[in-house]
């Protein structure tokens, strides 16, 4: 079975405004916040064959940070 899964990137520079496409990347804060969750996701036994992201820095070094944490890089 075939399963979808999303992620959204932790707290931006921008923290209470709308980022829209402009390139802002995560914060430490925001990367720590990935880090605590990528494990349930390694610990549910999610493996990923592809992975897809917008061409944004915080959604790119969102998406680092999980397949880091879950040992998938």
């Given at each position: 079975?075939?399963?979808?899964?999303f992620?959204?990137?932790g707290?931006?520079?921008?923290?209470?405004?709308?980022t829209?496409?402009?390139d802002?990347d995560?914060?430490?804060e925001?990367i720590?916040?990935t880090?605590?969750f990528a494990?349930?996701?390694?610990e549910?036994?999610?493996?990923?064959?592809?992975a897809?992201?917008s061409?944004?820095?915080?959604?790119i070094?969102?998406?680092?940070t999980?397949l880091e944490?879950?040992?998938?890089m």
């Amino acid at each position: 079975m075939y399963k979808l899964v999303f992620v959204r990137h932790g707290k931006t520079s921008w923290a209470d405004k709308f980022t829209g496409w402009t390139d802002v990347d995560v914060t430490p804060e925001g990367i720590e916040q990935t880090k605590m969750f990528a494990p349930r996701l390694k610990e549910a036994g999610f493996t990923f064959d592809l992975a897809y992201t917008s061409y944004l820095k915080r959604a790119i070094r969102t998406l680092w940070t999980v397949l880091e944490a879950t040992d998938q890089m």
